[in-house]
């Protein structure tokens, strides 16, 4: 048994300068990553087994793409290979007042380019245990918004669970009423959601009560649980004292119980992938049959954990995640 991810892997630009801004930067970092992919390479550093589904430009990126992703264990051998380009975005990382920033560059990328039945969904989730599926892709093109459902419906017709991560980018939709439309037909099938009460304010203009960040979160999961009937949730919570300094913490909705997590405040290194390291630490967690508590306490530990990074990718093993879960944080050196 295993997982499947779908959806887009790009190019990442980063200042080489840890820090600097885009527009006087000389030189960049190059990775590969985006959010399914990031939750596909958390997953085979956690051992597990992996498929990711995209499409890449056959060309020396896109095989660059691909050895990325199998360094990290994940199978390829379901990628598809054509279109002209691979997705690109420039990531200017923030400090103390000045916030981070993204610039995106993946219009008419190869992915976007998919063609109706490229991918055969009861071939690619035969025999899995789970799906999982973002708000980004959709967004990427027609054809990406119905495979992204068609794997949703697939997956509840074959009896493979559905995580779905409510990502949006609101500069990548026209109007949150799209993403509605969109949104609305994975919901419909999906087991697990990965958000925050700050999506669903944006996607469904939700309003929430409460005067703390966690106590709006539980009302988010409430009225979330009650409008979609899904039996799981996950949601973030994330308070801000500046770019640097965040103070994180999270709630796990399961069936009927709710479920609050420890709390961490963390210095942060780079904040992208964070999210992408919360699921993929979740989905391990189920997999491998964990109280609820265990579940969300670990998801919450990597979040935490995977600021300290820089990169997309969190490369931090099972064991190293679940010493911040005890409270080793005190980052007194290992010897």
Known sequence: ????????????????????????????GV?????????????????????????????QLGDAAVASLQSYGINTSNILRGGNRIGTYFIEIGSSIRPSSVIYD???????????????????????????????????????ALETINAAKTAAKL?????????????????????????????????????????????????????????KTIDAISKAQETFNIKQLAFTIRN??????NELSALFFNEGDLIKSNTYKVKITDRFGTGDAFAAACLHGLKANWQSKKVINFATAAFALKHTIQGDQHTSSEQEITAIMEGHTSGHVLR
């Open 106 to 144: 993946r219009a008419d990328s190869a992915i976007s380019q998919l063609k109706t039945k490229e991918l055969n969904w009861d071939t690619i989730l035969k025999d899995k245990q789970w799906v999982f599926l973002s708000g980004i892709t959709p967004v990427l093109s027609k054809q990406c």
């Open 31 to 59: 990775n590969f990553a985006g959010s399914e992919s990031n939750v596909a390479s958390s997953l085979g550093v956690l051992k597990n087994k992996v498929d990711f589904i995209t499409k890449l430009p056959d060309n």
């Open 240 to 245: 801000h004292s500046s770019a640097s300094e």
């Open 1 to 28: 048994m295993s997982f499947v991810t779908f959806g887009e892997i790009m190019l990442r630009l980063t200042p080489s300068n840890h820090g600097s801004k885009i527009k006087t930067a000389t030189s960049f």
């Open 159 to 215: 009896g493979v669970k559905v995580a779905f991560d409510m990502n949006y980018r609101r500069s990548l939709w026209n109007s949150n009423k799209d993403a509605q439309n969109i949104f609305d037909q994975i919901l419909e099938h999906t087991d697990l959601l990965f958000g925050n009460a700050g999506v669903l304010t944006d996607v469904y203009e939700m309003t929430f009560s409460g005067k703390t960040s966690e106590e």
